[in-house]
């Protein structure tokens, strides 16, 4: 078998193929057509018996309501709309005076009580005996802690925090208190 001979038998299983699937996809087309008439000769039949049940059930509405009163037709005429009216206005008058009432009894005011003084213990950190002429120092290590801890995380270097809390705290280790926040604000 010759190549021209291959090339002329592939081309006719190429045209069978193409014609067989054109007419696989009218058929298709054809089913899909009829479907959709059925499916619309359905509906229709089905909106036309629904609007002949409304039909009866507003005739036999409208023959309850007609029964007892005649249909008589009311001819429209012309409306009449009334002239709007100036709004009232009160003629002007003396301003009335108003009765004079008696001045209202002063109030007795309610006995002031002092505000309650903290025990002497509580609000004043403890005092350490320190050098005359210099302030105090507290020897509170939470607060020294918080302080410190402040002062690590705006950036203060270990000796400014351990000067600082060496003038103003009494503690027995500055050093340590300072070398734990940095390590924690390092974090």
Do not use: C, F, W
Not at 22 to 28: M, P
Not at 131 to 140: L, T, Y
């Amino acid at each position: 078998m010759g190549a021209e001979e291959i090339v002329h038998d592939v081309a006719e299983r190429v045209r069978a193929i193409v014609s067989e699937a054109e007419e696989r996809a009218a058929r298709i087309v054809r089913d899909a057509e009829e479907d959709a008439g059925r499916i619309r000769d359905r509906a229709e039949t089905e909106a036309k018996q629904r609007l002949d049940e409304v039909r009866r059930a507003l005739d036999e509405l409208q023959g309850k309501l007609g029964a007892g009163a005649e249909q008589a037709e009311v001819e429209p005429g012309p409306v009449t709309v009334p002239e709007p009216e100036p709004p009232d206005i009160p003629e002007p008058g003396p301003e009335p005076v108003p009765e004079p009432t008696p001045e209202p009894a002063p109030q007795p005011e309610p006995p002031r009580i002092p505000e309650p003084e903290p025990p002497p213990d509580e609000g004043t950190p403890p005092q350490v005996a320190e050098a005359p002429g210099s302030p105090p120092k507290a020897d509170d290590a939470v607060a020294a802690r918080l302080v410190a801890m402040n002062m690590a995380l705006d950036g203060a270097s270990r000796e400014a925090i351990e000067a600082h809390l060496a003038e103003q705290y009494s503690l027995d280790d500055a050093g340590t208190i300072a070398d734990d926040v940095l390590a924690l604000a390092a974090k």
